[in-house]
């Protein structure tokens, strides 16, 4: 399945950067890549600077990470250089986020849902097939695997990867999708087989200069970056959160023993696991929301492959046109 953003087609990688820099984002747009930036980030830019970078994309786009809907309401992204990706809940009923998407943002405007189970998938891919209307502005799915860090999937990347392999979602798909969760070269070459029509890099960049990880973490990570170090905190609770569990990082462990408190919380008469997972929940994302430097710092599986992949690509460019061409490269 070929994807088109602007100039770019084919199989696509989208690099989520942890922090924005426009000549950086402009050259990662040049080697073949779709740069996914935080939507804070976008708007500290101010109007001037934001145009300089969508006017040298030269007709290719960015991806905003606008976290909510709420958000598109109430910031400027219509412009079709800026492709939105927006978190999906299971709360949500099929179409709510889509007609929230049709008064927040202009025809021209694309959204890309994150979801983090197949049957979710299914479920909105079923309900465009029986009747998307022409204003939906949703431009694909990003699916995410339990590798990733924050809120992660319900299963491995691998195991959806089956999943999809076995729903033929490469002709059922009535919108692209792209993965996300601990890809590394020849697992994108299998995404492509699966149907995918591209992949997110994000945890697998924790060794490289464009990771928001600090400098002297990143140093003490480098040699023994194993992707064990990212573990879920919370799993007991029905809502896992993968963070970064290191003595290099006091805030992972604090986190994990709020969660542990929380589970240990005896429970009254009549009460059931869902409410320790909601109070789980809301003491999580306010942990998460954290502005002092308390919080603790999301991290996936994937900044295990992280290390190699800077020795053998030193260049994040190099990288991307490696994974771009991987279906190519590494089809049977």
């Known amino acids: ?42 708007l500290a830019l101010g109007a001037q600077q934001q145009e300089v970078l969508l006017g040298a994309l030269g007709g290719a786009q960015i991806m905003v990470d606008a976290s909510s809907a709420a958000q598109l309401r109430n910031d400027p992204f219509a412009d079709p250089r800026i492709e939105c990706l927006l978190d999906d809940s299971d709360a949500l009923n099929v179409f709510d986020a889509f007609d929230a998407f049709n008064t927040a943002i202009s025809p021209s405007g694309k959204v890309w849902l994150q979801v983090r189970s197949v049957e979710r998938l299914l479920e909105l891919n079923q309900a465009i097939a029986a009747g998307s209307r022409p204003t939906d502005p949703l431009a694909g799915f990003v699916l995410v695997g339990a590798e990733s860090g924050g809120v992660g999937g319900r299963q491995s990347t691998f195991v959806q990867l089956q999943r999809l392999m076995a729903a033929q979602w490469a002709t059922i798909g009535q919108r692209p999708l792209m993965l996300r969760g601990g890809v590394g070269l020849y697992s994108a070459a299998a995404c492509a087989l699966a149907g995918a029509a591209g992949v997110v890099l994000d945890d697998q960049l924790a060794a490289y200069p ?8 990143k140093s003490r990570l480098r040699e023994t970056l194993d992707g064990t170090e990212a573990a879920p905190v919370g799993e007991a609770l029905g809502w896992p959160v993968r963070v970064l569990l290191h003595p290099s990082a006091p805030t992972g462990r604090a986190f994990e023993t709020l969660a542990l408190a929380i589970e240990a919380q005896p429970q009254t008469p009549g009460a059931d696991r869902a409410q320790l997972k909601a109070a789980w929940q809301q003491r999580a994302l306010a942990e998460l929301a954290r502005t002092d430097g308390g919080a603790p710092i999301l991290l996936g599986q994937g900044c295990g492959l992280s290390p190699a992949l800077q020795r053998a690509f030193p260049r994040l460019q190099k990288l991307v046109r490696a994974l771009v061409d991987a279906p190519h490269q590494f089809a049977l």
Do not use: H, N, W, Y
């Open 1 to 42: 399945m070929d994807i088109v953003f602007g100039s770019q087609q084919g199989f696509v990688c989208v690099v989520a950067l942890g922090r924005l820099e426009v000549a950086e984002v402009i050259s990662l747009v040049r080697s073949g890549a779709l740069p996914l930036v935080a939507a804070k980030d976008f």
């Open 210 to 217: 464009q990771s928001s990880l600090a400098l002297t973490l």
